[in-house]
């Protein structure tokens, strides 16, 4: 970091009013000065948070390159208040599009790329369409997706659900379910999954107005690498380039996967 460029700062936006009110914590790194390219905005996955692998790596580049970034935790993640169980897709959204607000007004370059992960991504596919619904769509120069799991829990969780897994949603209005990234297990509500329904975006085209990278691995468990083919196939956008990575797992945070991020990041920064 040079020293036209200040240093990462901490910080919070509140989103929500009286009892929903949260506090959703942000990390913004603004532009060096004269800085030609979109800002950067990190989209974390499920029940992941700001201080992970990817990105980290991502405000590394950013700083690397002189631009901004803007990373935060959705409600009931990381830094935020909230509690995750009340966690939805239309919450996470609202807040996401409260901090692209905050850092409207406090990044210079409005022109963003987007970078979402997993759960992540279908964020990101959801911002654009509110941009865009507000007129604010030309500000995204471009995405990076990584395993997006769009419609996630109508595609991947749903059809897969055991009896005893329906009996517990309907009777205590959630199911736990056994992860390998961590000691406790993924907590799924039936307020997510009626929501995820109301925000589904593979059910027609999709239009963005933005060149989109998708990097997925073969090897991943949690979604596979169809439901990415899938998603190329109702983008409208023709710079829509797909990345499939053989041995490449969910997380795609190996020191590989990472070269391969940043490449994708670089190149779209380099065309906006």
């Known amino acids: ?33 004269g800085n030609p390219h979109p800002h950067l905005v990190w989209l974390g996955g499920y029940r992941s948070d700001m201080t992970g692998t990817k990105a ?3 405000a590394s580049l950013a700083a690397e390159l002189g631009t901004g970034c ?11 208040g909230g509690a995750f169980v009340d966690g939805t897709i239309s919450r996470w959204l609202e807040e996401t599009l409260a901090v692209v607000a ?3 007004e406090h990044l210079g370059t409005q022109r963003k790329i987007l970078v979402g992960s997993s759960m992540g991504g279908w964020l990101a596919l959801r911002l654009a369409q509110e941009l865009r619904r507000a007129g604010q769509g030309s500000e995204i120069a471009g995405m990076v997706l990584i395993a997006p799991a769009p419609d996630f829990t109508s595609e991947l969780i749903e059809p897969k659900l055991t009896e005893a897994e329906r009996n517990s949603l309907s009777e205590r209005g959630y199911f736990e379910e056994p992860t390998p990234y961590g000691p406790d297990p993924n907590i799924y509500t039936l307020k997510l999954i009626e929501d995820g329904r109301r925000n589904r975006v593979l059910g027609g085209v999709i239009d963005v ?5 998708v990097l997925q691995g073969m090897a991943d468990p949690d979604v596979p690498y169809t439901h990415a083919i899938r998603l190329m196939e109702h983008l409208s956008c023709d710079d829509a380039v797909l990345t499939l990575i053989r041995d490449g797992d969910h997380r795609l945070s ?5 070269e391969k991020l940043k490449e994708a990041v670089s190149h779209l920064l380099n065309a906006a």
């Open 1 to 33: 970091m040079t020293p036209e460029q200040t240093s990462e700062t901490s910080g919070s936006v509140s989103v929500g009013t009286g009892s929903d009110q949260r506090e959703i914590a942000t990390r913004l790194l603004p532009e060096r000065k």
């Open 56 to 58: 980290v790596e991502l």
């Open 254 to 258: 190996r020191p590989e996967d990472i």
């Open 102 to 104: 905050h850092a409207r």
């Open 209 to 213: 107005g933005c060149p989109i990278h």
């Open 70 to 80: 803007v990373r935060f935790d959705y409600s009931g993640h990381g830094a935020s």
